[in-house]
Nanobody, 122 residues
Framework: VQLQASGGGLVQAGGSLRLSCTTS????????MAWFRQAPDKERQFVAA????????RIADSLKGRFTASRGPPNNTAYLHMDSLEPEDTAVYYC????????????????WGQGTQVTVSS
């Protein structure tokens, strides 16, 4: 399974971005999807996750109210919506997936995308 993350970029503080993660159409519907981020010299951090059905989501406590996860359309895409961005949100954002469990920790994810850089300027 190959995951492809996109949508990162440079944004001013207070702005919004939407990240996308795509994969092959036949596998996507069976994958629980998640987003992680890693800032320089910091550990990879859980951001958000969404079940394969799309009915349930998990958001890191510190990001609730600003970040949301969704999936489709198109049906092979997961999204991370980020609002009210802060310079502390600057990181490489990775999408990840797993067939059997919601990957709320990095070790639980089987499949990873290559990451997309998000930079928030003050």
């Amino acid at each position: 399974v190959q995951l492809q993350a996109s949508g990162g970029g440079l944004v001013q503080a207070g702005g919004s971005l939407r990240l996308s993660c795509t994969t092959s159409g036949r596998t996507f519907n069976s994958l629980h999807m998640a987003w992680f981020r890693q800032a320089p010299d910091k550990e990879r951090q859980f951001v958000a996750a969404i079940t394969a059905s799309g009915f349930n989501t998990r958001i890191a406590d510190s990001l609730k109210g600003r970040f949301t996860a969704s999936r489709g359309p198109p049906n092979n895409t997961a999204y991370l919506h980020m609002d009210s961005l802060e310079p502390e949100d600057t990181a490489v954002y990775y999408c990840a997936g797993d067939r059997s469990k919601l990957p709320v920790v990095a070790s639980a994810a089987t499949y990873w995308g290559q990451g997309t850089q998000v930079t928030v300027s003050s």
